[in-house]
């Protein structure tokens, strides 16, 4: 059974840094594919970030330059180092993972988390 579980959501100020991770179990993590997603209030869902088990990794043109994704092999894990954070960046950010494909093909995703929350607020 695949399992994904979020962590490092909180409350950020505009301007600084946050790192959420997401822990994986029951996955042959190797050939798998790891992307972050987010959906903030009235908006869909979108992908941020993907990453594949050879370290290869995508981002949308959106947060390309504030955010950097990276996955620990060894101890089953991805985490998404976000900078300059706006208020705009409030969501609720979600891990999945997809097995084969482009890591940038978002539609794909089809193992989800639930979520961590991320506010920026002064």
């Known amino acids: 059974h695949v399992q994904l579980v979020e962590s490092g959501g909180g409350s950020v100020q505009p301007g600084g840094s946050l790192r959420i991770s997401c822990a994986a179990s029951?996955?042959?993590?190797?050939?798998?594919?790891m992307g972050w997603f987010r959906q903030g209030p009235g908006k869909e869902r979108e992908g941020l970030a993907g990453?594949?088990?050879?370290?290869?990794?995508i981002y949308d043109n959106s947060v390309r330059g504030r955010i950097s994704i990276s996955r620990d092999v060894g101890k089953n894990t991805v985490s998404l180092e976000m900078n300059s954070l706006k208020s705009d960046d409030t969501a609720i950010y979600y891990c999945?993972?997809?097995?084969?494909?482009?890591?940038?093909?978002?539609?794909?995703?089809?193992?989800w988390g639930q979520g961590t929350q991320v506010t920026v607020s002064s």
């Open positions: 999945a993972a997809k097995y084969g494909g482009n890591c940038g093909d978002w539609a794909q995703y089809n193992n």
């Open positions: 990453v594949s088990g050879g370290g290869i990794t």
């Open positions: 029951g996955y042959y993590w190797t050939s798998s594919r």
